[in-house]
């Protein structure tokens, strides 16, 4: 049997959980290095981390082991973990939504 036929048991099957997991984990590293940079490696940051991300959804599809209504399903689940640790990681910094001043550049 090929290993491809193997992951063809149905839809929505746990085969296309490295796609979300891909999204969450590409995206949390692309967050994480917008923080921890200048401003100079934030756009670096994200279209590295958003072709790594697409490239093992297609690579899914492409190989035709998951049907691409699976991977998109996935990819709208992933982005809405990533959002949600985005926003938790972003309360841990501001807690009781108390930011921190601007100061005025003279």
Do not use: N
């Amino acid at each position: 049997m090929c290993w491809t036929c193997q992951a063809k048991a149905g839809a929505f099957q746990a085969g296309t959980a490295p796609v979300q997991g891909a999204v969450v984990a590409y995206g949390m590293l692309a967050y994480l290095a917008i923080r921890v940079t200048t401003a100079r490696w934030h756009a670096p940051a994200v279209l590295a981390a958003v072709p790594i991300a697409l490239t093992i959804g297609a690579s899914r599809i492409l190989l035709q082991v998951h049907y691409t209504s699976d991977v998109v399903a996935r990819f709208s689940s992933g982005l809405s973990w990533l959002v949600l640790c985005i926003a938790w990681c972003e309360s841990r910094r501001h807690p009781c939504g108390k930011h921190a001043p601007v100061s005025a550049a003279a």
